[in-house]
């Protein structure tokens, strides 16, 4: 695919006479340095431009963002990229995009920013990468419970100095209303609505409170259950059900990120840009 209107892109390598102070961030933050983060998950395509360290403009699709980059990326100027995929086709990176600028393909053999204890580091998710090195950019030295409130529910655990210990995956909010509803014969499909009582006095608020409150419940479990683990813990929210879900908790210290793996991958961008002038 080629870009109906030509755009400004410039490669762009770190100045090296500038040190690396933190291993959390990449040097490379002044005002006139731009990165496109993007994230290609399983219902929508995110992308984001940085500048400076912020996220200064981004976008979401509903199918492969591919198509309509050209013309939002018009008369932008950006150093680098880095594209995440957990989309079940996994679409290649366009040729135009990799012509134009330095692109850095998430994957199993990432260097990252992060220490990851994971045990099959070649089966964790791009997107559960990010969301870890995306909290420790935003709340760097905490401890971090990070929950995904997406198609599934992902728990990342990150200790304060940087190890990341694992994680659970669960059912997503819709994907346990739609499942009482497909996998039997008369249980109906309800709405995301809470009931008052949790109690049940039909079958409609049956269902609600046992998909929606009990994910509330498995959440706030969790996040009890590893606080021996994450000393100080914040629990940190992202995903399409996070504004739901996060008046529901009972936990202490509660924050919510909603572009929390454009942060991420912008971090994992900036570290391997960094490391590379290390060699």
Not at 7 to 26: E, G, S, T
Not at 78 to 104: C, F, G, M, Y
Not at 200 to 229: K, M, W, Y
């Amino acid at each position: 695919y080629r870009a109906r209107r030509p755009f400004r892109w410039r490669v762009f390598y770190l100045d090296k006479q500038i040190p690396a102070k933190n291993r959390n961030f990449a040097p490379c933050l002044s005002a006139g340095n731009m990165y496109l983060a993007l994230d290609i998950g399983n219902t929508r395509v995110k992308a984001g431009i940085f500048e400076g360290g912020r996220l200064v403009r981004q976008a979401k699709w509903t199918g492969h963002a591919f198509m309509e980059l050209p013309d939002w990326l018009e008369g932008q100027t950006v150093q680098a990229a880095i594209v995440s995929s957990v989309a079940a086709d996994n679409p290649e990176t366009p040729d135009w995009l990799r012509e134009k600028t330095e692109v850095l393909e998430l994957g199993s053999k990432t260097p990252l920013p992060f220490r990851n204890t994971y045990a099959t580091p070649e089966t964790l998710g791009n997107d559960r990468v990010a969301a870890v090195a995306g909290a420790q950019a935003r709340f760097p030295g905490r401890s971090c419970l990070i929950v995904d409130c997406g198609t599934c529910i992902k728990y990342e655990l990150l200790t304060a100095d940087g190890v990341f210990l694992g994680g659970n995956i669960a059912p997503g909010l819709r994907m346990r209303i739609q499942a009482m509803h497909v996998f039997t014969a008369r249980l109906p499909e309800v709405e995301m609505i809470m009931p008052a009582s949790p109690v049940g006095a039909s079958t409609t608020t049956a269902l609600q409170n046992g998909a929606l409150r009990g994910a509330v419940l498995e959440i706030n479990g969790f996040a009890d259950l590893f606080r021996e683990r994450l000393p100080g813990q914040l629990l940190v929210l992202s995903g399409g059900d996070a504004r739901f879900l996060m008046p529901l908790l009972s936990q202490q210290e509660i924050v919510l990120e909603e572009h929390l793996i454009l942060y991420g991958l912008h971090a994992i961008l900036l570290y391997n840009l960094e490391q590379r002038l290390r060699k």
